[in-house]
């Protein structure tokens, strides 16, 4: 089975700090995607990437930033928290093509 | 820009009901996915289709692209069927573009 995880399900950070939210998959999956989940907006696209060091903006990048060093880790990057960021926070992955698979979700808290 | 609508957003129904979910988005499309959210966050992939019909045991999901519109079906609903389900399009097959959200349909199946 496809796994992607999630490093943390749960974080509270204080306003201005640097957030990194970590995302593995296990099945050499070249596309990568961040998403952010929000009462009444549903799943809104941060970031993907396409290969190992591409990416690409999705729809709400602002405030955010990415990594992807190798094939298998994608991180997002929060400059510097701020507390409309406070969100569910879901990374996928796909095979070319294909359906995608989700991570658990991290849930962010600003504070 | 395409839009994904979903109807109805929240839906309670009896256990053995049939259900009917609907999904209508606005520009043409290569692949929709239909997905399942239970509480506590983890999204699981139920179909991706572009044409025609497709059936997961009690699932069923049709598309119709020429009235871009697309229905999920629960047949016999049981209390665990209870969940968030949500409508996503891709414009490359779910691959390099990552996915565009309804904001997804609350099915709550009570005994």
């Known amino acids: 089975d496809v796994k992607v995880t999630q490093s943390s399900r749960y974080l509270v950070k204080r306003t201005g700090e640097k957030v990194f939210l970590e995302c593995v998959q296990d099945m050499d999956h070249e596309n990568m995607f961040w998403y952010r989940q929000d009462p009444g907006l549903g799943l809104r696209l941060i970031y993907f990437s396409y290969d190992v060091k591409m990416k690409e903006k999705g729809d709400i990048p602002e405030g955010y930033s990415v990594s992807r060093e190798k094939k298998e880790r994608f991180s997002l990057i929060l400059e510097s928290a701020s507390t409309n960021q406070t969100s569910m926070y879901l990374c996928?992955?796909?095979?070319?093509?294909?359906?995608?698979?989700f991570g658990p979700g991290t849930r962010l808290t600003v504070t | 820009k395409n839009e994904v609508e979903q109807s109805p957003q929240n839906l309670t129904a009896q256990e053995g009901e049939f259900i009917t979910i609907n999904c209508s988005y606005s520009v043409g499309i290569s692949a929709l996915h239909w997905l399942q959210q239970h509480p506590g966050g983890g999204i699981v992939s139920l179909f991706m289709l572009s044409s025609g019909k497709k059936k997961h045991g009690r699932l069923i999901a049709t598309i119709n692209i020429q009235e871009k519109h697309s229905s999920l079906h629960i047949t016999a609903s049981h209390p665990r069927d209870s969940a968030v389900y949500i409508c996503?399009?891709?414009?490359?097959?779910?691959?390099?573009?990552?996915?565009?959200f309804g904001k997804g349909t609350h099915l709550i199946i009570q005994p």
């Open positions: 996503a399009v891709s414009f490359s097959g779910g691959g390099a573009d990552g996915l565009t």
């Open positions: 996928a992955s796909s095979p070319h093509a294909y359906e995608q698979y």
